[in-house]
């Protein structure tokens, strides 16, 4: 596609219940983020998916979270058990390949967990 | 891990008015990005840059990898500049991000 695409927009939840979250990467992007970012505050590295190589899952912060890529374009991000504090908007990027060039953002995914 | 500190976090101007914005880094990196995050929460690219300077129109950006530091300049302000310009660093593969300075461009 054009761009990254994220959905929802937007999602309410009642807690305790599951979530998904999806991106949609730049087509021939090799690379993909997840990010977090609360209110009023910067973003959170959730995880990076690169090529066929295991993913870096060092940000994420509990084990309610998890994330795949599927053929090496969609991601899914996964909550389980939602709770208050997962409110946040989550953002994913992607990139050519990771680290050395330049990444591009969805719109983001406003998680409200009530 | 690396740090990536940003200044000032706060900044107030006229409209017309310059300004610079700081982002200090603690190790040596690979890749450099400044975005603006609009008020609508999207993130807007508006520099890749390592090392060296580029320029885009009013925007202009220098970055100095030996000495861990990159600024943004901010020229003859408008309005629509308001919002929270953001660096970011390449570690290991991710990126990690300063905490922002947020823009008030006052008319």
């Known amino acids: 596609g054009a761009g990254v695409s994220q959905s929802p927009s937007n999602k309410v939840t009642e807690k305790g219940k599951d979530v998904e979250l999806r991106c949609d990467p730049i087509?021939?992007?090799?690379?993909l983020y997840w990010y977090r970012q609360s209110l009023g505050q910067g973003l959170e590295f959730l995880i990076y998916f690169q090529g066929n190589s295991a993913p870096d899952k060092s940000g994420l912060p509990s084990d309610r979270f998890s994330a795949e890529r599927t053929g090496g374009s969609v991601s899914t991000l996964t909550i389980q058990r939602t709770q208050q504090e997962d409110s946040a908007v989550y953002l994913c990027?992607?990139?050519?390949?990771?680290?050395?060039?330049?990444?591009?953002f969805g719109q983001g995914t406003r998680l409200t967990v009530v | 891990g690396i740090q990536v500190e940003q200044s000032p976090p706060d900044l107030i101007l006229q409209e017309g008015a310059n300004s610079t914005l700081r982002c200090n880094f603690s190790?040596?990196?690979?890749?450099l990005q400044w975005f603006h995050q609009n008020p609508w929460g999207q993130l807007i690219n508006l520099f890749y840059?390592?090392?060296g300077t580029k320029q885009n129109g009013r925007l202009s950006a220098t970055t100095v990898a030996t000495e861990r530091y990159s600024l943004l300049y901010i020229s003859s302000s408008q309005t629509t500049d308001s919002g929270v310009y953001f660096c970011a660093v390449d570690q290991g593969g991710k990126l990690i991000f300063g905490q922002g300075t947020e823009l008030s461009v006052k008319p």
């Open positions: 087509s021939g992007h090799t690379a």
């Open positions: 990027a992607s990139s050519l390949d990771a680290g050395g060039t330049e990444a591009f």
């Open positions: 190790d040596s990196v690979n890749n």
């Open positions: 840059i390592p090392s």
